[in-house]
Nanobody, 115 residues
Framework: VQVVETGGGLVQFGGSLRLSCVANDVTIRIVTMGWYRQAPGSQRVLVADIRRGGTTRYSDSVTGRFTISRDNAKNTVYLEMNSLKPEDTAVYYC??????????WGKGTLVTVSS
């Protein structure tokens, strides 16, 4: 299963970006899709995830600013990021968990927020 993220880039403080991620194997049944991020010198941490039925979970640092959504038919998850701050600068990784409990990760996309 290949997981591919798109949508990263450079944005100014207070700006917005939308990340997308697609899992290209249509034979698997995806249970959870989500995003982690890793800033330089820091551990990878959860940003948000969404279960197949629509239940979402967000880290405290992004609640109210980021919105996660998914299209089950397209095996795609989105992360709408608003009111971006320099501390949101990180590599954002998409991950997918199928109904066997297997995890698949993308290679990451860099988001840089300038002050």
């Amino acid at each position: 299963v290949q997981v591919v993220e798109t949508g990263g880039g450079l944005v100014q403080f207070g700006g917005s970006l939308r990340l997308s991620c697609v899992a290209n194997d249509v034979t698997i049944r995806i249970v959870t899709m989500g995003w982690y991020r890793q800033a330089p010198g820091s551990q990878r941490v959860l940003v948000a995830d969404i279960r197949r039925g629509g239940t979402t979970r967000y880290s405290d640092s992004v609640t109210g600013r980021f919105t996660i959504s998914r299209d089950n038919a397209k095996n795609t998850v989105y992360l709408e990021m608003n009111s971006l701050k320099p501390e949101d600068t990180a590599v954002y990784y998409c991950y997918v968990v199928d109904d066997r409990g297997l995890e698949f990760w993308g290679k990451g996309t860099l988001v840089t927020v300038s002050s």
